[in-house]
């Protein structure tokens, strides 16, 4: 592959090309393509169906794309070579649309396997894994505040504080991009704000991806907008821009 | 201090079940040697190689717990690292017969010269030496974990498939060591052991070491196992078994880790059979029928899964059911009664013996315990 070398590419921390995937002949990615700078927040929009988690897989090894360029870090890693561990191992971390933690083991014990740090088997059986200060999950903890809540088993929080520890996690794991899928779905409207405020707050200092309906809590993140429809963009730009373009109220009200 | 630390180690249940195994070690060579055959305290010899199957079962059951209770892969061909551990030990101990046998050649074993071989094949070298028979007891079964786990983790097979190809891995060694060519002793196995570095097998007080030895073994790899559960490689062991991906996507190689338990585990089990054959005086291919692998995951799951001692007490109850099952009227019905009993485990004691007794402690004794995080889980 010869990854090209315009400023589209060399400039982003995030560059997809020409990115297609077909299912069984239905083409739930249709030539996509778009850039992410770094440090930038993105929030993307789209009905369902329109290809949002498909392409979260696509960038983290999950699924391979039968055609395009995926490439990360100024266009000097091509991701499509990698697979899902590697991919985390590089920087970029996941928050799935339905929140998986490990719900048997505890609150801190899930910050603690997300941490950021080496993750080969010796390493957990006797290395610095082992040793990690408390306080170090704490800190993680205290800030989605569920530092109270660090013993209980993941499994008996409820669906908005597991969205919280999968954030959580994101930020223990400390990659370059965070791709954030549907985190509000499930939670109230205070902690919807607090999940912005927490979101633009983590932006500081990451470049994040967020895909979310709720056009409220997009509206809180204050970025740049792009709208997904049929596995391609259908608009992208200020969030009054996309939510005023007529063919994003067709494919919206089109459902 | 490190009294304390090493209690908090074990766990309650951990150190009720290294004090037991501890009497036992103490207490049968005593009431064997010791106490006069007359007395009620007596434990007789045949009694002391039964104990000594059963610890060898809990060795088996541990190493497996490891694979499917933390880790969440069923295998299904456990028995089959057990059966090629106690190969390696009748390699050894067929060796040690020298000229004693019926042919009397200071060589060859028996099955040899029956079938007119002249000389002894090449993997049967060095068997006569001690050392690098329990090397290979450890070796065999790891390298063959090790190969099969490259083959099937790297391509992530999983779940049900991988179960069955484990079956299959564990019936095809079945099939290869009931062929006399093979070199193995055929359908016969290996059996007429006489010494065991230089003490006759049969006597007492051989039988009475042998188990002592099995003990300590026991003991040994609970706490290797226990060591592993509760660092964070057992805590990885048991996110893949929750949420394999998700394990993956925080950067994890997935893989590896089951690769490492899995040949682990697989050394434990291959120990565990190179204990039991001097015990039990034979071993032939039917150690290697997919049954045997089988009722091991009903021993484990009787037990409880994902508690180390729950799945060496589930190994020792259901033998000792096995054991009075099958010494009477009722042998016919042996299999019926194990399908019977895992059904049962499985429909109303899903955390095994372990866990009702940790439901009774809890009602009873007060002091309420939540579940331990590995067994919280009980994703099948
Ligand atoms: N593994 C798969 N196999 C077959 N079809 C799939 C697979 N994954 C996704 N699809 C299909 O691809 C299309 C895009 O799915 P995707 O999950 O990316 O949509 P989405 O934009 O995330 O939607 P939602 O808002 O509902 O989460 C859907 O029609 C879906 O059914
Ligand atoms: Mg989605």
Partial sequence: MNPPSSHAVTGAILYLDGVSVSFDGFRALNSLSFTLEPGEMRAVIGPNGAGKTTMMDVITGKTRPDDGDVLFRQGTIDLTRHDEAAIAELGIGRKFQK???????????NVLLALKGPRDPLSALFGA?????????????????????????????????????????LLAQDPSLLLVDEPVAGMTDAETEA???????????????????????????????????????????????????????EVYLGR | MITLRFVRFLEGRGLVFLALVAALVLLVPVCNLLVPPGSPFHVPTGMVVLLGKYLCYAMLAIGLDLVWGYCGILSLGHGAFFALGGYA???????QIGTRGVYGHPVLPDFMVFLNWKELPWFWHGFDMFPYALLMVLLVPGLLAFVFGWLAFRSRVTGVYLSIISQALTYALLLAFFRNDMGFGGNNGLTDFKDILGFPVQAQGTRVALFVITGLALIGTFLLARMIVTSTYGKVLVAIRDAESRTRFIGYRVEYFKLVVFTLSAMIAGLAGALYVPQIGIINPSEFQPTNSIEAIVWVAVGGRGTLVGAALGAV????????FTTGFLAPYWLFALGGLFILVTIALPRGLVGLAGDIFARFGGAGRGPTRAEAGQTP
């Avoid at chain 1, 408390?134 to 660090?150: K, N, P, S, T």
């Avoid at chain 1, 927490?198 to 993140?221: P, Q, T, W, Y």
């Fill in chain 1, 99 to 109: 929140p998986t933690v490990f719900e048997s083991h505890s609150v801190a014990d």
């Fill in chain 2, 89 to 95: 030990m009748g390699m050894y101990l067929m060796r």
């Fill in chain 1, 129 to 169: 894994r082992n040793r990690i200060p408390a306080a170090r999950i704490d800190a993680v903890l205290e800030r989605v505040r569920l530092q109270e809540h660090r013993r209980r088993l993941a499994g008996e929080l409820s669906h908005g504080q597991k969205q919280w520890l999968e954030i959580a996690m």
């Fill in chain 2, 317 to 324: 109850v259901v033998n000792a059911l096995k054991t009075v």
């Fill in chain 1, 195 to 249: 999940t912005a405020e927490l979101l633009k707050d983590i932006n500081r200092d990451h470049s994040v991806i967020v895909v979310e309906h709720d056009m409220g809590f997009v509206r809180a993140l204050g970025c740049r907008v792009m709208c997904l429809h049929e596995g391609a963009v259908l608009a992208e730009g200020s969030i009054d821009a996309v939510a005023s373009n007529p063919r994003v109220i």
